[in-house]
T-cell receptor
Framework: DARVTQTPRHKVTEMGQEVTMRCQPILGHNTVFWYRQTMMQGLELLAYFRNRAPLDDSGMPKDRFSAEMPDATLATLKIQPSEPRDSAVYFC???????????FGSGTRLTVV | AQKVTQAQTEISVVEKEDVTLDCVYETRDTTYYLFWYKQPPSGELVFLIRRNSFDEQNEISGRYSWNFQKSTSSFNFTITASQVVDSAVYFCAHQETSGSRLTFGEGTQLTVNP
């Protein structure tokens, strides 16, 4: 089965450090999402892309978060500088804009101390 | 704005019992899509079903069934003869249009005890 691959699976970093999370969407999928999961907020959308162009990043704290798709096989989510409140599981998902469900990656569990 | 409510935070059942997970949504869209995802203890999100708002037929897949009622804005999920492996958090989600964002409910933690 095709999979969405996220790296790293786990990341522990100190406050103030830069964090980069990577996602390899399923080949051919033209829509890519970044979601964040926390106990308090649940699953919330950070950003998403269609054909590599950003469609909505209103869920992201703009001053510290950035999301890009340098090419069709790679999506990145960067936090600089990281803060303890950024501790969460970050999921990438991909799919077709024309329908069916989205496939989620296994997530990156980020801990900022 | 869309909103999805899963009022049941936690449900605990004994194996072989039937269990229904409730999902109620709010939307101004005339057409939309509804989803269910499963998140087992390993943490990944597993797609279960996508339903178009035009299609109100109930769907059955093995032990899983879904009851979509547009009149009450509900999209409930029933597991028949539950098994321990069904223990997970289940999320209901709404989508405005094909290819757009998913708005998730809070999730229901289902525990199936042997």
């Amino acid at each position: 089965d095709a999979r969405v691959t996220q790296t790293p699976r786990h990341k522990v970093t100190e406050m103030g450090q830069e964090v980069t999370m990577r996602c390899q969407p399923i080949l051919g999928h033209n829509t890519v999402f970044w979601y964040r999961q926390t106990m308090m907020q649940g699953l919330e959308l950070l950003a998403y892309f269609r054909n590599r162009a950003p469609l909505d990043d209103s869920g992201m704290p703009k001053d510290r978060f950035s999301a890009e798709m340098p090419d069709a096989t790679l999506a990145t989510l960067k936090i600089q500088p990281s803060e303890p409140r950024d501790s969460a599981v970050y999921f990438c998902a991909s799919g077709f804009s024309t329908g069916t469900g989205y496939t989620f990656g296994s997530g990156t569990r980020l801990t900022v101390v | 704005a869309q909103k999805v409510t899963q009022a049941q935070t936690e449900i605990s059942v004994v194996e072989k019992e039937d269990v229904t997970l409730d999902c109620v949504y709010e939307t101004r869209d005339t057409t939309y899509y509804l989803f269910w995802y499963k998140q087992p203890p390993s943490g990944e999100l597993v797609f279960l079903i996508r339903r178009n708002s035009f299609d109100e037929q109930n769907e059955i897949s093995g032990r899983y069934s879904w009851n979509f009622q547009k009149s009450t804005s509900s999209f409930n999920f029933t597991i028949t003869a539950s098994q321990v492996v069904d223990s997970a958090v289940y999320f209901c989600a709404h989508q405005e249009t094909s290819g757009s964002r998913l708005t998730f409910g809070e999730g229901t933690q289902l525990t199936v005890n042997p």
